[in-house]
Structure formats: C-alpha cells, structure tokens
C-alpha cells in the first residue's frame, strides 16, 4: 500500500534525522557559522523519535488485513482514510502554533509585510523629562548595532545604572525610573534590546539572545571611558520583567559580574510563564504550550526549554533588590520568592500588594522610591 510505504519511509527519516542533525550542527560549528550548544538538540531530537515511532507503528497496524477495535472491523479502505485524518490532525494541532511561534518572537517594521508584531519605538526623550543626554550605538557587527541613552548624574556621580526594559518594550518606558535615579546621584544608561526602538534586528527570544546583548551593554561601559572616570563607584544593573531574567542570564552564562541588582518581575522557567498566559487565555497549557516553545525554538536556533531564570540565580554574587506585584498574573510570588532564596548574598524581596503585571512604580511609587533609595544608599 502506498500509504502504508510513505508511512514506513517517513518513520525511517525521521528516526534517522537527529543523527543527520548532529552532523550538521558539529560541521556548521567547526566552521563558526553558529552555536551549536544553541542549538535546542534534545527537544527536536524527543519530536523526531516520538514522530518516527509513531509512524512505524501506523505502518505495523496497516499491514494487517483488517483493523480491528473491540470487536468492530475497519474496511480496508478507511485505512487510508484514517491515516490522511491523522495527518490532517497532526497539522492542524501544529500550524497554528508554528505561525503563533514566529508571531510572537518576529517584529516588523512599518509598511513591512510580516506575521511579526509592530516594532516599538520610543515615542518621548530623555529631553521631555527636563534630562541631558547623548545616544550612542554599541556596534554588534557591521549591520548590526544596540543604541542607548546616557544620562549623566548633574551632582558627583554615586556609580552607573544599565537600565534594561521588558518584552516588546523601548527604553523610553523607563525614564521614570530613571529620573528617580538621576536624582539620586547615579548616572543611567537606557538600552533597547535587539529588535525593538532604536536597535538593529527583527527577533525577540524572552531573554536568551537579550542577555547577550546586557553582556554586550555591561562589558563595554566597564571598560570605556564612561565607565573608568567612575571606575570606583558601582555598576548596577536595573531590569523589568524579560530585562530581568536576561540579566539573571548574562550574570549566569555570560560571566558579568556586577556590583549589584534590582530587579522586577522576573520570571522563574520560561515554559512556566508560557503556561500562565494560556491559562489566562483560557487555553490549555498542555501541550500548547510544549508544542509553541518547541517551534519557537525550533526558528530561533535557541533553547527555550533550558531558559531559567531561578537556575541562573545561583550565580549571582552581589547584593540584590527584587520587586514582585501580588496579583501578577504570569508570575506568582512563590516563584519570586524562589527565585531570591537562591541568591547568595544580601537580597530583599518587595511586594506590591495591589499590583499586576505592570510598571511597579506607577502603582505605588512611594513604597518603589523607599526600597530603591534604602539599596542604593547601603551600597559601597
């Protein structure tokens, strides 16, 4: 039969397709085109075996002279029948979240034609908050480049924050936060991630590309001149939501060290904050979920099944605020809490009780500026 031989041929492939993967990835990773370790190998490999597996034991039934379930016998012809509806099935389950996958993770430009989402773009400047500042691009390559705003301290700097903002968010959603810190006699630098204001690129990773670009922000104003004529004075890095769990990322993978954070909203596993949006959605986390991260990954040439942000926090060596909303709707307060308990050295957890998902400062931004203040003033 030739849906039963298609069957027994797709199996084989598919069987053999993660050896095939493992050729490629080391050959492309010899020549430097990419990461291999990158690369989400064991999530793809699991799809391919099940896959395989499951079309070799379609085949094996198909072989039989009839099929039979509790007593009832299937005509030959609804085999075929029955494997196109399985097909059918499977890409029905599949597509949608294929697309959904490339959706969420691809931004477009205006005018652009794409699935992506809009690209954000800062619509206020530093200047329309009463702040000097200079913007600056920090070259990734030749075509490719993170823009930031520097923002001077007009007294005696106390040290530098690098302000780092949350999914399909711009730099300029930050300059409350960073008009309290400028008044507190730190010098700020505002940065768009990959893919959003002012920076170059097209995609969005949740936090695993992102934190390469903090490794990028963080190494390069250590060093420059910016940085050396406070060379004395700390380096803090500030996150929102996705800012914060790259920053846990960069620290962990990256090897930044710097000499403090503030965080807000971070998220524990990257799966799990996939799940929560569904349910809020009212769309069932299993295998939804699994099956989007997987795409997702999949596109990307990244690993969203290895992204944990609790994980990454064991490697942070210096004193950290973390601020968390009690009616946060993707992330819980017993996962923050988890979060921080893996933190090795002095750390404090503020709870917002009213607050969501949102700006923290704008709910209550008397308890924000106390705690912030509090931190910053018992640094070194």
Known sequence: MRCRS????????????????????????????????????IPVAKFCIFGGLGCLGLAWVMQRDRLQWQGFRWPRQWQKQWCIGLLITFLCANLPLYLLAYHVTQVRSPGQLSLGRPRPSNTITPS??????????????????????????????????????????VKSHLLAQTEYFVSLGFDVILTDFQGVGGSTGQTITVGINEAQDVATVFNHFKTNQFSQEHSHFPLILYGVSMGSSAILRAI?????????????????????????????????????????????????????????????????????????GANDNWTTVSEVEAIVENFTEKKELVVFPTAGHQQLMSVDGDLWRSAVANFLNELK
């Open 6 to 41: 298609l069957l027994l041929n797709l199996g084989c492939i598919l069987l053999l397709a993660p050896l095939g993967m493992i050729a490629v990835l080391v050959g492309l990773h010899w020549l430097g085109w990419l990461n291999a370790w990158q690369f989400p190998l």
């Open 128 to 169: 329309d908050r009463g702040l000097a500042y200079t913007t600056q691009t920090i070259a990734l390559s030749p075509s490719q480049h993170l823009e930031t705003w520097e923002i001077s301290s007009p007294v005696n700097s106390k040290g530098t924050i690098l302000a780092f903002s949350g999914n399909l968010s």
């Open 252 to 324: 962990a993978l990256h090897q930044i060290s710097p000499d403090a954070i503030i965080l807000e909203q971070p998220f524990a596993r990257l799966i799990d904050g996939v799940k929560s949006r569904l349910r809020y959605r009212q769309i069932p986390a299993f295998p939804t979920a699994e099956l989007l991260l997987f795409w997702a990954s999949l596109q990307r040439g990244i690993n969203g099944f290895g992204h944990h942000p609790i994980e990454f926090a064991r490697a942070v060596r210096c004193p950290a605020l973390v601020f968390q």
